[in-house]
């Protein structure tokens, strides 16, 4: 069991920087892998980022490649995502979710802890 809070949203404008945190209340954090999700004004929730239980993977959506950076800490029982170079194309509602498996879920699917989502909007 974990739950998920999650801060570090916000309003910006294209081309700055932002970085949202997840943090986990429950026990054994290091064994969670954790995902970035993020649900456009009227579209699905799609996969952003993900990364293992121990941080040796990770995985991205193609579209933030290169701007985007997932990270964890597993001392303070948090995963960050830091974003830069935003788009006004990035703006949605960023969630965090968790899985306790040693391999690398990616999808929606895959993942059946979930933060409460926090609101990134990136103006032109």
């Known amino acids: 069991q974990v739950q998920l809070v999650q801060s570090g949203g916000g309003l910006v404008q294209a081309g700055e920087s932002l970085r949202v945190s997840c943090a986990a209340s429950?026990?054994?954090?290091?064994?969670?892998?954790m995902g970035w999700f993020r649900q456009p004004p009227g579209k699905e929730r799609e996969s952003v980022a993900a990364?293992?239980?121990?941080?040796?993977?990770?995985r991205y959506l193609d579209s933030v490649k290169g701007r985007f950076t997932v990270s964890r800490d597993n001392a303070k029982n948090t995963v960050y995502l830091e974003m830069n170079s935003l788009k006004p194309e990035d703006t949605a509602v960023y969630y965090c979710?968790?899985?306790?498996?040693?391999?690398?879920?990616?999808?929606?699917?895959?993942?059946?802890?979930w933060g409460q989502g926090t609101q990134v909007t990136v103006s032109s």
């Open positions: 979710a968790a899985r306790q498996v040693s391999w690398l879920p990616f999808y929606v699917s895959d993942y059946d802890y």
């Open positions: 990364i293992s239980w121990d941080g040796s993977a990770t």
């Open positions: 429950g026990r054994s954090f290091g064994d969670y892998a």
